[in-house]
């Protein structure tokens, strides 16, 4: 006889070592699809099999041994309330948020049964609860494969080799071009020559990621722990925002909603929406450019914006030095330019403040009309 948790338990080893029926699949798919958690239980389910000693799944060990342990061990837990998982499995045994019952199944429209061994039957509705009796006891001698397997997986557990409990302390890598999903629901699309890492311990105490070349983030906010992304000699801290950083030469980050803060050494900027920072290498500091509403179109609205900054943001955007007479400098400008020539940009800015383009090699200068 089966508790509701060694059922599970008993059922998720036999769906991954090929021995369920058809029945039990679609059980076992309902189950997955329940909770966004059930897929990664099953996973490592299926990792600790994979990596337990062969002797072990075959029946080699002392099953039951095993098998009684993990009955003392599922009892004790389900009398304290549920195996919790990290939320997997809860009183019903199931997702601990919610449970069938009423004499329906899984799905809410029948009621599943499966053989666990040759004489417990194994009733998959109402939380996968069993109705012989109320005391476990472990199996028959001859324990089928993936029942061995299911003690086999206790003992890995009782070892500390339980993966999704420290599936945090490792550090993760993601190369090339892929949207990247993380635990805090943050999502980040990578470039193909772009390499992320995700910290070990992310999510306790902050939520660090380290990355070279180009990507762009989605950062869920969670003001008690700050999202910061490791650049080598910069760092980027966020809040909850959305915005680009290109990290392959010169740092660029681009912040499309939002506000981060970017720190160098002693030195920190705070880029908010529109707002283009890029890293000049020669001279070691960051430049500024705003009104920018995308980098890659180099798309760009003014109103009544001083000279000054649209000049600071055309620079930034075209990598061109433009000067301006002082008496030009405050006067305010208003347009929208998307994908536009550096010379049509300046010339429409000219017109509107009464001022030449005077073309000096690669540089511009605006003076005014006599």
């Known amino acids: 006889m089966l508790t509701p948790d060694e059922a599970l338990y008993a059922l998720l080893c036999k769906y991954l070592l090929k021995e369920a029926d058809s029945i039990e699949q679609r059980w076992v798919n309902t189950w997955l699809q329940a909770n966004s958690e059930h897929p990664v239980l099953l996973a490592s389910l299926d990792k600790l099999l994979s990596t337990a000693p062969e002797q072990a799944v075959a029946g080699g060990m002392d099953t039951e041994t095993a098998w009684r342990m993990l009955s003392e061990r599922m009892e004790l837990q389900r009398k304290g309330g549920g195996m919790d998982h990290r939320g ?44 012989e009796s109320s005391q476990p006891k472990a199996p028959a001698k001859t324990l089928t494969r993936w029942m061995a397997a299911a003690a086999a997986v206790f003992l890995l557990i009782s070892a500390g080799l339980w993966y999704i409990m420290h599936q945090n ?12 999903k993380l635990d805090d629901g943050t999502s980040i699309q990578l470039d193909p020559a772009a390499q992320l890492q995700v910290a070990p311990g992310f999510g306790k105490k902050d939520r660090k990621v380290i990355l070279k070349g180009k990507a762009t983030f989605d950062v869920t906010t969670d003001a008690s722990h700050p999202f910061i992304i490791d650049l080598g000699n910069q760092a980027i801290t966020v809040l909850g925002t959305r915005f680009s950083v290109d990290n392959s030469s010169q740092l660029r980050v681009f912040i499309h909603s939002g506000k981060v803060k970017v720190t160098h050494q002693q030195d920190s900027v705070i880029l908010t929406a529109g707002m283009l920072l890029q890293e000049d290498t020669s001279k070691q500091y960051f430049q500024v450019g705003a009104h920018i509403s995308d980098v890659e179109t180099r798309a760009v609205v003014f109103k009544d914006t001083p000279l000054r900054e649209v000049l600071q943001t ?36 000219a017109y509107s403040t009464n001022a030449n383009v005077i073309n000096k090699g690669a540089d511009y200068e605006l003076r005014p009309q006599d």
């Not at 009183?91 to 040759?118: A, L, P, Q, W």
């Not at 075209?318 to 330019?337: C, F, K, Q, R, S």
């Not at 998307?338 to 800015?349: H, M, S």
């Open 314 to 349: 055309i620079h930034v955007l075209y990598h061109i030095n433009v000067t301006a007479d002082a008496a030009l400098l405050e006067l305010p400008v208003t347009g929208t330019y998307t994908g536009e020539p550096v010379k049509n940009v300046l010339d429409a800015i």
């Open 88 to 131: 997997m499995i809860g009183e019903n045994g199931v997702t601990g948020e919610e449970s069938v019952s009423g004499g329906e199944g899984v799905n809410g429209k029948e009621s599943v049964s499966s053989r666990v061994d040759g004489s417990d039957s194994l009733e998959l509705n109402n939380g996968m609860t069993h109705n």
């Open 169 to 180: 302390e490792r550090q993760i890598n993601y190369n090339g071009a892929q949207l990247v």
